[in-house]
């Protein structure tokens, strides 16, 4: 059985029409924080085993970014929503 995600934009696709870019449970820190904090940011991360958010770049359809929550480990998708919604309702530091 194929793997389908549903984009807010363009419905239900195969997973192959989409290139996974990395978690999006960081926050990035505002431009003036230390140094350890960036490094942390940009080199330290954990390495979760279940329910992740990740970036998912919609490829091969609208080209948008969305954010899917989902189990790395059954791979049972729980939502998709657009990057831009997401941090508009997560906030800024
Ligand atoms: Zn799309």
Same mark, same amino acid.
């Given at each position: 059985?194929?793997?389908?995600i549903?984009c807010p934009h363009c419905g239900?696709r195969?997973?192959?029409e989409f290139?996974?870019?990395?978690?999006?449970?960081?926050?990035?820190?505002?431009?003036?924080?230390?140094?350890?904090?960036?490094?942390?940011? *940009?080199?330290? /991360? #954990? +390495?979760?085993?279940?329910? !992740?958010?990740?970036?998912w770049h919609h490829v091969a359809g609208c080209r948008r970014w969305l *954010?899917?929550? /989902? #189990? +790395?480990?059954?791979?049972? !998708?729980?939502?998709v929503?657009d990057a831009?919604?997401?941090?508009?309702?997560?906030? *800024?530091?």
């Open positions: 059985m194929a793997s389908l549903t239900t195969p997973k192959e290139s996974i870019r990395g978690a999006a449970a960081p926050k990035r820190p505002a431009p003036a924080a230390k140094d350890e904090v960036w490094h942390r940011y *940009v080199y330290v /991360r #954990d +390495n979760p085993k279940g329910r !992740v958010l990740e970036y *954010v899917v929550d /989902r #189990d +790395n480990f059954t791979h049972e !998708v729980f939502g929503m831009s919604d997401f941090e508009r309702v997560r906030g *800024v530091e």
